[in-house]
């Protein structure tokens, strides 16, 4: 998860949610654009199966610089899983509102935010799940 | 989903699982309702289906044909409009793009699948990438603009009102589910074409991905029903669709090429969902009722509206497309970028401009559903794979020739048959030159490499494992080969490892209309409702559940495990007590190509 640093992590939600997310500003957070999960260009399947309009999910990579105090990091993750919770509001009726994190780099789960998330619990559990 | 039948726009072929189909309880059945319809054998369909006794047996052939002929219009579709084209040639671009992304790969060193993730800097550190070519990353920016425009299509327009997605795709799908009904009405008639719309998990009348188009239609004061009393137990509906497919084929017609688009306030000549809205609001704005239009009169309104709105009728747009298609191929063919993926999108150029110019000639053929259905539905014929997943041992049946598998080298197969099989087959028909009378893509053998050899690597790039496929081993032994050409590791991002398989024995349990298996790990006989299915993917997800079989084996029966274990790639059918222990078994999260 980290590298040097530097710790990454991917973060991955409805459009609605994920379109602002790279208007998230905190000290030591970096967010890269957010780009669509999938191509939604494969097959089209015979009228058989089960109904297939899917959610447009959207996933960006979030770097965390690692270089500050335990007590310090610890609210930095706090403030984004804030910030994250605070995208969900914009969520249409249809989508699950819901943002997934995980290890950037083996998409291990790391938090599931949503419209009952602690923001300070989510934080501390992101910085344990990070700094392990 | 299970997927059992499915249209590849990559590579413009109907695909049908065989293993999956012969699984069914009247296997034989379907499988020949399935090659009746292909091979436009309408008279032996008709027989096979009336002369069943079984309710289901005769339902799930009919549903079957009727699916075939629901993926021949896609096939059409694809083809001729403007927004299916375009689907097509993103394919097309980074098929053309290969043999350079083969060479700079090797100069590069590792890169990530799908090849866009290499544009974010954040994800380039954590994966260890380093991604400088300049070539690479302009394929990968190709990649990235075309994912981001089909966002934009499938976006759905909630916030208009609609809820439901309205893009180029979900046209194409109501064109489609709407000829198919259509089409099994003409042949099979009001009480089978009722019971193959209910031939569906959800066993819905019509599933929500076709609805919207009947209910934005009729909200929107384009078509309307008529209910007819006194025919069965509900009335029976008199649609008049004359202006569906033509409504729907004004709005596929959009500008593609980074032409200028014209845009006002109230209409726009880019995407289909705007081309769709723009079109209802000339119509209420003008007080044009097409309800009562026939095809070709709505057809003529269309073009109309389009001209008058975007200066260009829907015919003209179509043209300008395929004028500018033309001149790309011509680009392709002057720089010689390469030879064989230019003579394969030529061959898909003339084709279209053979379907163009039925839409000209007789428009009624491609827009009318019935005359679509009793003129050209037959004539057309994509080429045909058949998959196996599980993979069958030995060479491909008379009729068919191989397009991916394993044969070992050095191996004497008639002592040893476990050594060679095959994954997917294609049916070996005619070449198109020699049958002007079917609308067919000219040579086989050019378009079985497209399907074996291109169309994976171009599926890695654009959506790395994601992209669903009826056979794994289709993109895991691709991306093997071109790590082994190139002497260069690709990294599987961790996002894009595993395609969403989500799958649901229920769904099983109604595509085979069986009530009952044997569970692939015990033996045990397992009843509905009850057992789980595991997917191929999530099964190689959990490699000590893997390492467990493989230990309560011993000697051969070990070895042959192992290597069905590389050959089948079928989902696994296990009792609900082994499903829960394969889920005690640690989840992977590493690539298992």
Known sequence: ?132 | MIPILQFDPATLTLWYDTQLLASSRAGREVGLALHHAIDGREDWLKCLVREQRDPWVRTRCATVASAVWHEKRHFLDFLLTNYGAMRVRQFFQCYINTRTFLGKVAENGPVLLPLDRNLSSGRCRAMGVSFTDPDLKRIAEGIRDFKSAMLDDRRPLVSRGLPFEVGGEAMLEGIAYHVQIGKAHRVFGADVSAAIQRDNLEQETVAEKYKWVYTLFVQKGLMKFDYIEGEGDTPQLNIHDGPLIPVLYAALAGRYYKQKQTRTVYASSALPPERLISLIAYFDEHKIDLTELSTLQAWEAANAACKQMFGRSVIEEIDADYEKEAERIAYYRETGIDEFVTSAYEDFHGLRGRLIQVLKDDPAAVLDQAHWSDRLVNKTRPFVVAAAPAGVIGVPPDGFERLSGVAEKDVDFDKAPDFRWWWTVIRTEGDAEHDEKVYRLGRRDMWSQIISDFAPIAKLMIDGNRMRSMVGPELVSTKTRIERQTGVKLIMDSLSRYPEENLDIAEWYFLTGNTRFRCQVTHEVVHAPHGKIIGPWEFRRRPAFLEALFHALSGSMQERMRQAYWRDWSPWLVSDEVYALFKLAKLTHEDIG
Do not use: C, Y
């Open chain 1, 1 to 132: 998860m980290s590298h040097d640093d530097e710790i990454f992590l991917a973060v991955v939600g409805p459009e609605s949610a994920m379109k602002d997310i790279e208007k998230i500003s905190i000290a030591g957070v970096e967010i890269d654009p957010p780009q669509p999960m999938d191509a939604m260009v494969d097959a089209v399947d015979a009228p058989l199966g089960p109904d297939q309009i899917q959610l447009i999910l959207m996933h960006a990579t979030v770097v965390l610089k690692f270089g500050v105090a335990a007590a310090q990091f610890g609210l930095v993750t706090a403030q984004f899983a804030g910030e994250l919770k605070k995208l969900l509001t914009q969520t249409e009726a249809h989508e699950k509102p819901r943002i997934v994190i995980v290890d950037a780099k083996t998409s291990a789960p790391v938090m599931e935010i949503t419209e009952d998330t602690d923001a300070e619990k989510a934080g501390e559990a992101i910085k344990n799940a990070t700094r392990t």
